[in-house]
């Protein structure tokens, strides 16, 4: 099993542009989440999708979309990039949102912004 | 929403001793606890969890601690090895939020030889 794959991997952009990160899991988990990394700041949640056909803002939303396709695919889109979203995006997955549940992070994508 | 502070922020020991991580949080309803490790450009990936119903956990060379009531928890490392040099994060979630982790902003370890 592949666990969270991400694509792509690396990934510049000019400010302005928009692009969509794909995120898919084979551990058929019910939840999913993505996360941005910055130095110094730990992990900060964007949005989540704790079932197929739901999605809930996190702690950073701003500036960015979400789309859950469907179980294993949940999608984060960044409409008119901006220098402050240069950043490495994590996605992850759980089995529940319900409860008390590890989350299972993907290789994650380093996005530049110019 | 919850505020999850980890201290110290680096930290060096020298191969064998051990190595201890500490992170309080603030919300009161936060029952799961897991710590990650991040090798460089690498994903974060679970070395231990504990549950707020669990006062201590342990697994090899790795424990985890919990007190509820003043609100912190910790990570011990014991016999370190060069291989746990590392970036550490521990989280809070609640199940009132669905499972929506708060990391801490991680201690970055280094195990000298």
């Known amino acids: 099993n592949a666990g969270v794959t991400q694509t792509p991997k690396f990934q510049v952009l000019k400010t302005g542009q928009s692009m969509t990160l794909q995120c898919a899991q084979d551990m058929n988990h019910n939840s999913m989440y993505w996360y941005r990394q910055d130095p110094g700041m730990g992990l900060r949640l964007i949005y989540y999708?704790?079932?197929?056909?739901?999605?809930d803002k996190g702690e950073v939303p701003n500036g960015y979309n979400v789309s859950r396709l469907n179980k294993r695919e949940f999608s984060l889109r960044l409409e008119s990039a901006a220098p402050s979203q240069t950043s490495v995006y994590f996605c992850?997955?759980?089995?529940?949102?319900?409860?008390?549940?590890?989350?299972?992070f993907g290789d994650g994508t380093r996005l530049s912004i110019l | 929403g919850e505020n999850v502070e980890q201290h110290p922020s680096t930290l060096s020991v020298q191969e064998g001793d051990s190595a201890v991580i500490k992170c309080t949080y603030s919300d009161s309803a936060s029952n799961y606890f897991p710590w990650y490790k991040q090798e460089l450009g690498k994903r974060p990936q679970l070395i231990i969890d504990?549950?707020?119903?669990?006062g201590e956990k342990k697994d090899q060379r790795i424990a985890v601690t919990l007190n509820k009531t003043a609100k912190h928890f910790s990570l011990h490392i014991t016999e370190t090895q060069p291989e746990d040099s590392a970036v550490y994060f521990c989280a809070a979630s609640s199940t009132n939020t669905g499972n929506q982790f708060y990391f801490g902003t991680g201690t970055s370890l280094t195990v000298i030889p």
């Open positions: 999708s704790a079932s197929e056909g739901t999605t």
């Open positions: 504990i549950r707020s119903n669990v």
């Open positions: 992850a997955s759980s089995e529940f949102s319900r409860g008390s549940w590890p989350q299972h």
